[in-house]
């Protein structure tokens, strides 16, 4: 299954690290550890797979295991994960499969986060993205809590959210942006003769993922691509869609045959590099003095844990990420100052940093008068783009002593874009293999009932310490007036 093929990715050509990556393993219905050496002069990667112990429904507890003998490949510019092995093939692969393709009835799957479409709209919205155990992860114990607690935040944060949606037009265009690119991408497909039905799953609002699994199974899709529109893989986006993705697809008989094709992460492809380092180009020319503005990447954020505790690959993706869209600016003869913050960060937990706002204040300290944003994690206009960047970075940055302000666009149906997802799309065909029908853990299925009345009471005192104190019953004063 696994095919040495020539690279197309851009790699740095000088940095030797380690790092590991997350996949949702379809014959056992786990995760697996993918543990790779990569030598950026070789230009080869040494890949270590590992059985995970955790069972892929929980979503928090991702451990890690002894690694057994070391593979050879050459990198590409993406992964595909079938039945637990990850393959990196290339264009030759993805042009063999276009006859064969075309006999069959293809879907691609987009995954995206979603966004309320009204005000009203808004806080049932909050409550499935908090509801979400990869976005609170509570302890194994007090999980029975994750609703209660979800409702709580919901309510207490929907006043504050509700004000920047109405500030951005009342409503996510997140919605109508994916639509968009969804078609588009039809489109190039049919252009490159693999045609092909494209549909939308949204995370926390409609069209949900079981809508469009609904559609996938109406239509009767024969093969099957999955791709998340995150560039860089985190537990908390792409590895929270496929794990519902999988929880469904396990439950129904129908499902469970399909061959898919999950495209974990995309980052490090030509297309994309390319794509976001001429945006970048083009808004550098907008400033008076361009060899003088401070690129400023402004990337999502993720709690630390999730990276030190659980091993989610995101902060490592998202530094090679900046490295190689610099090294192709450098290649254009751009070589501009650059930094890295994350932003959005929620609650009392410690989060990625550096901070978007502390760095901003910073550089206007340091007497940085030219900054360009460019939010990295992003390829859709939403909430964090038009609000919080636009709005309150902006007007942040400018408060600091930063006299010239400017923002990328998030890709959106960028030509050159949208073409090399239609590519990704082509070469991850071939490696599509039914998901795993395996039930989920005896451990998480067997209910000790001892057990669960110790977790109710001590649960429940907790749940009565939290929600009666009273700075809790101020705050939720406060935000009902």
């Given at each position: 299954?696994?095919?040495?093929?020539?690279?197309?990715?851009?790699?740095?050509?000088?940095?030797?690290?380690?790092?590991?990556?997350?996949?949702?393993?379809?014959?056992t219905g786990k995760l697996m550890l993918t543990c790779c050496h990569s030598?950026?002069?070789?230009?080869?990667?040494?890949?270590?797979?590992?059985?995970?112990?955790?069972?892929?429904?929980?979503?928090v507890d991702w451990g890690t295991s002894l690694c057994g003998p070391v593979q050879k490949r050459n990198l590409s510019g993406q992964s595909f994960c079938s039945l637990g092995a990850c393959t990196y093939?290339?264009?030759?692969?993805?042009?063999?499969?276009?006859?064969?393709?075309?006999?069959?009835?293809?879907?691609?799957?987009?995954?995206?986060?979603?966004?309320?479409?009204?005000?009203?709209?808004?806080?049932?919205?909050?409550f499935n993205l908090f509801a979400d155990p990869d976005i609170i992860r509570l302890p194994r114990l007090f999980r029975f809590l994750q609703r209660p607690l979800a409702q709580l935040i919901s309510v207490l944060r929907a006043p504050k959210s509700k004000e920047g949606y109405a500030s951005i037009g009342g409503g996510?265009?997140?919605?109508?942006?994916?639509?968009?690119?969804?078609t588009a991408l039809r489109n190039a497909l049919e252009e490159k003769k693999t045609p092909v039905n494209v549909y939308v799953a949204m995370r926390y609002w409609h069209p949900f993922t079981e809508e469009a699994v609904q559609q996938i199974k109406k239509d009767r899709v024969t093969k099957l691509v999955v791709l998340p529109l995150y560039p860089q893989f985190?537990?908390?986006?792409?590895?929270?869609?496929?794990?519902v993705l999988q929880n469904i697809f396990r439950e129904?008989?129908?499902?469970?045959?399909?061959?898919?094709?999950?495209?974990?992460?995309?980052?490090?492809?030509e297309g994309y590099i390319k794509s976001m380092a001429g945006l970048i180009e083009k808004e550098l020319e907008s400033f008076s003095r361009p060899e003088e503005v401070m690129i400023f990447f402004s990337a999502h954020g993720v709690p630390v844990s999730y990276v030190e505790n659980a091993g989610d690959p995101y902060r490592d993706q998202m530094e090679e990420c900046i490295y190689l869209i610099m090294q192709e600016l450098k290649s254009r003869g751009t070589n501009n100052a650059h930094s890295l913050a994350y932003q959005s960060r929620v609650g009392p937990v410690q989060w990625l940093k550096p901070y978007t706002d502390e760095v901003l204040v910073e550089l206007g300290q340091k007497g940085v008068k030219s900054l360009l944003a460019v939010p990295v994690s992003f390829v859709s206009e939403h909430i964090e783009t038009l609000e919080e960047i636009d709005m309150e970075y902006k007007e942040l940055a400018l408060e600091s002593g930063i006299e010239n302000w400017g923002r990328v666009p998030a890709l959106g149906c960028t030509s050159s874009f949208i073409t090399d997802?239609?590519?990704?799309?082509?070469?991850?065909?071939?490696s599509a293999t039914a998901m795993t029908t395996s039930s989920v853990d005896?451990?998480?299925?067997?209910?000790?009932?001892v057990a669960y009345a110790i977790k109710l009471f001590f649960g429940s005192i907790l749940a009565f310490v939290l929600l009666f104190s009273p700075k809790m019953i101020s705050a939720f004063r406060n935000n009902l007036l």
């Amino acid at each position: 299954m696994d095919a040495t093929v020539p690279s197309r990715v851009l790699y740095p050509p000088s940095l030797t690290h380690i790092h590991k990556s997350l996949l949702p393993c379809h014959q056992t219905g786990k995760l697996m550890l993918t543990c790779c050496h990569s030598s950026r002069r070789s230009g080869q990667e040494h890949t270590v797979s590992c059985s995970n112990q955790s069972d892929i429904k929980s979503g928090v507890d991702w451990g890690t295991s002894l690694c057994g003998p070391v593979q050879k490949r050459n990198l590409s510019g993406q992964s595909f994960c079938s039945l637990g092995a990850c393959t990196y093939p290339g264009l030759e692969t993805g042009t063999k499969s276009l006859a064969h393709a075309a006999e069959e009835k293809v879907g691609v799957l987009l995954l995206n986060l979603g966004g309320p479409d009204t005000l009203n709209d808004v806080q049932p919205f909050l409550f499935n993205l908090f509801a979400d155990p990869d976005i609170i992860r509570l302890p194994r114990l007090f999980r029975f809590l994750q609703r209660p607690l979800a409702q709580l935040i919901s309510v207490l944060r929907a006043p504050k959210s509700k004000e920047g949606y109405a500030s951005i037009g009342g409503g996510s265009p997140l919605r109508k942006i994916t639509d968009d690119q969804a078609t588009a991408l039809r489109n190039a497909l049919e252009e490159k003769k693999t045609p092909v039905n494209v549909y939308v799953a949204m995370r926390y609002w409609h069209p949900f993922t079981e809508e469009a699994v609904q559609q996938i199974k109406k239509d009767r899709v024969t093969k099957l691509v999955v791709l998340p529109l995150y560039p860089q893989f985190s537990i908390s986006t792409t590895g929270s869609s496929i794990r519902v993705l999988q929880n469904i697809f396990r439950e129904d008989p129908f499902l469970s045959r399909l061959p898919v094709s999950i495209i974990q992460s995309w980052y490090q492809r030509e297309g994309y590099i390319k794509s976001m380092a001429g945006l970048i180009e083009k808004e550098l020319e907008s400033f008076s003095r361009p060899e003088e503005v401070m690129i400023f990447f402004s990337a999502h954020g993720v709690p630390v844990s999730y990276v030190e505790n659980a091993g989610d690959p995101y902060r490592d993706q998202m530094e090679e990420c900046i490295y190689l869209i610099m090294q192709e600016l450098k290649s254009r003869g751009t070589n501009n100052a650059h930094s890295l913050a994350y932003q959005s960060r929620v609650g009392p937990v410690q989060w990625l940093k550096p901070y978007t706002d502390e760095v901003l204040v910073e550089l206007g300290q340091k007497g940085v008068k030219s900054l360009l944003a460019v939010p990295v994690s992003f390829v859709s206009e939403h909430i964090e783009t038009l609000e919080e960047i636009d709005m309150e970075y902006k007007e942040l940055a400018l408060e600091s002593g930063i006299e010239n302000w400017g923002r990328v666009p998030a890709l959106g149906c960028t030509s050159s874009f949208i073409t090399d997802l239609a590519d990704a799309v082509i070469e991850a065909l071939p490696s599509a293999t039914a998901m795993t029908t395996s039930s989920v853990d005896s451990e998480e299925n067997d209910l000790d009932l001892v057990a669960y009345a110790i977790k109710l009471f001590f649960g429940s005192i907790l749940a009565f310490v939290l929600l009666f104190s009273p700075k809790m019953i101020s705050a939720f004063r406060n935000n009902l007036l």
